[in-house]
């Protein structure tokens, strides 16, 4: 099974500032089979990103991801008051499809 | 518009049954994989099971293989979770996902989830 490590566990930004997120694998994923997923509270997750750079549909530029092999890395350009919320990662090459233990991004 | 609509969530012993329905509305069912994940109080996210477009492909966590069984009926564009021996560790919230493909098992949409409480 391929553990995914999220760093850090929480993350204190201020609005307009850049966010950088990492994911760190246990193994090399496969082909860049990573997503990033955004969940705000009482909702459901949202695909931002898949295949490790590409954005899903309808999310904004701001959001890009980038890495391969073991290392990726989320990485919010300028950040807008929605942004703040918890972020998983999740590796789709291997079964189990496993996600990190997710990372918040609060407001400082 | 993409819709998942899950249904059949509530309070169950353990030990006990539970069938979880997701109803989609907005694409062509039959075409794409579905999974379920779940979220238990303030944790993570766990993948559960997946299908493939025709049903013919099954897939399950180790977690859960051998008490839970994924099915969908395409006529209906409806998936299921049959989750029998149930467990104090699988209370959790379940939701129903799209998958982006025939089987990539990463999800582009997502119900607003079923609850599932076991508990005596």
């Known amino acids: 099974e391929i553990v995914l490590t999220q760093s850090p566990g929480t993350l204190s930004l201020s609005p307009g500032e850049r966010a950088t997120l990492s994911c760190r694998a246990s193994?090399?994923?496969?082909?860049?089979?990573l997503a990033w997923y955004q969940q705000k509270t009482g909702q459901a997750p949202r695909l931002l990103i898949h295949?490790?750079?590409s954005r899903a549909t309808g999310i904004p530029d701001r959001f890009s991801g980038s890495g391969s092999g073991t290392d990726f890395t989320l990485t919010i350009s300028r950040l807008e008051p929605e942004d703040f919320a918890v972020y998983y990662c999740?590796?789709?090459?291997?079964?189990?499809?496993?996600f990190g233990q997710g990372a918040k991004l609060e407001i400082k | 518009e993409v819709q998942l609509l899950e249904s059949g969530g509530g309070l169950v012993q353990p030990g006990g049954s539970l069938r979880l329905s997701c109803a989609a509305s907005?694409?062509?069912?039959?075409?794409?994989?579905m999974s379920w994940v779940r979220q238990a109080p303030g944790k993570g996210l766990e993948w559960v099971s997946a299908?493939?477009?025709?049903?013919?492909?099954?897939y399950y966590a180790d977690s859960v293989k051998g008490r839970f069984t994924i099915s969908r009926d395409n006529s209906k564009n409806t998936l299921y979770l049959q989750m029998n021996s149930l467990r104090a560790e699988d209370t959790a919230i379940y939701y129903c996902?799209?998958?982006?493909?025939?089987?990539?098992?990463?999800?582009?949409?997502w119900g607003q989830g079923a609850l599932v409480t076991v508990s005596s």
């Open positions: 996902a799209k998958d982006v493909g025939s089987g990539w098992f990463c999800f582009d949409c």
């Open positions: 907005g694409f062509t069912f039959s075409i794409y994989a």
């Open positions: 299908i493939s477009g025709s049903g013919g492909g099954t």
């Open positions: 193994q090399s994923v496969s082909s860049s089979y």
């Open positions: 295949g490790a750079s």
């Open positions: 999740q590796q789709y090459g291997s079964s189990p499809y496993t």
